[in-house]
């Protein structure tokens, strides 16, 4: 199937890692423990987020939601979204086209 857009990608992943960011233990994706994440300089956390939304947006293609940490991610193809969730709650929404 694959995510349809029309955007720019590094503009989608960019949105999406910061996106990813706001989830409750994000860094769980990365198998690390709090402490570990708090280490890292803040240029090392966007890096990491960035990858992750790199396989995120990838994954998406052939899974309806990805679980992350305290959310999920979804795409939905009939609006050209991706949706970022915590919880219960949008946190954001990344236009695709």
């Keep these: 199937m694959g995510v349809k857009f029309n955007r720019e990608y590094r503009d ?5 890692g910061s996106a990813l960011g706001q989830i409750d233990n994000c860094y769980d994706a990365f198998e690390m423990e709090r402490a570990d994440w708090d280490e890292l300089e803040r240029e090392e956390q966007i890096e990491f987020l960035r990858t992750l939304a790199d ?7 052939t899974e309806p939601y990805i679980e992350v940490g305290e959310g999920k991610v979804q795409y939905d193809p009939s609006n050209h979204l991706i ?15």
């Design 12 to 16: 989608i992943v960019r949105d999406l």
């Design 55 to 61: 396989d995120i947006f990838y994954g998406l293609g």
């Design 83 to 97: 949706r970022v969730w915590t919880d219960s709650q949008i946190v954001h929404l990344i236009k695709l086209i």
